[in-house]
T-cell receptor
């Protein structure tokens, strides 16, 4: 039982390049989330999903897209990376909606956009 | 808009000391409040979750309290150990809106041997 895993662990991009961050969970959780963590800003919710095939916007969705084609995977895409997207990205999952159970977090992906 | 504030931003204590971390939030319409621990370069680990109808939760040497009406929570750590050194994050789930789980910026705790 690996919990929540994220791929890759670290990536360097040039401005304008695209990439996809992969989050996978093996706990059969319905809910999945993508956050970014920036110094002095705390964690902020980018997008989330309440089940396979669904996605919704969080607090800071601009510049990102997501897909939840399979229940266990939640993909975060950057179509045209910008330096402002340099951050640490965390994926999380939970079996029930917020308010009923805590979220389980992955180890994070460090992204540097030059 | 919900805002979560944690004071102090950093705290350094000698081993064995009891300590309190503070968290305040501006909108009392919450579903729950959670305390997380984050070690350097790692993800977040949930410590305690307090539902809005509860006053406190305990786990081992940790005790978290919630006063929803005043918008405050405290995390009490008894008999601190060097292994407790980490950043502690407070988060609230707000009712409605797109913010969902709103995090504070954390308190960085250092417990010195």
């Amino acid at each position: 039982n690996a919990g929540v895993t994220q791929t890759p662990k670290f990536r360097v991009l040039k401005t304008g390049q695209s990439m996809t961050l992969l989050c996978a969970q093996d706990m059969n959780h319905e809910y999945m989330y993508w956050y970014r963590q920036d110094p002095g800003m705390g964690l902020r919710l980018i997008h989330y999903s309440v089940g396979e095939g669904t996605t919704a916007k969080g607090e800071v969705p601009d510049g990102y897209n997501v897909s939840r084609l399979k229940k266990q995977n939640f993909l975060l895409g950057l179509e045209s990376a910008a330096p402002s997207q340099t951050s640490v990205y965390f994926c999380a999952s939970s079996s029930l909606g917020l308010g009923q159970e805590t979220q389980y977090f992955g180890p994070g992906t460090r992204l540097l956009v030059l | 808009k919900q805002e979560v504030t944690q004071i102090p931003a950093a705290l350094s204590v000698p081993e064995g000391e009891n300590l309190v971390l503070n968290c305040s939030f501006t909108d009392s319409a919450i579903y729950n409040l959670q305390w997380f621990r984050q070690d350097p370069g790692k993800g977040l680990t949930s410590l305690l979750l307090i539902q809005s109808s509860q006053r406190e939760q305990t786990s081992g040497r940790l005790n978290a309290s919630l006063d929803k009406s005043s918008g405050r929570s405290t995390l009490y750590i008894a008999a601190s150990q060097p292994g407790d050194s980490a950043t502690y994050l407070c988060a609230v789930e707000t009712q409605g809106g797109s913010e969902k789980l709103v995090f504070g910026k954390g308190t960085k705790l250092t417990v010195n041997p």
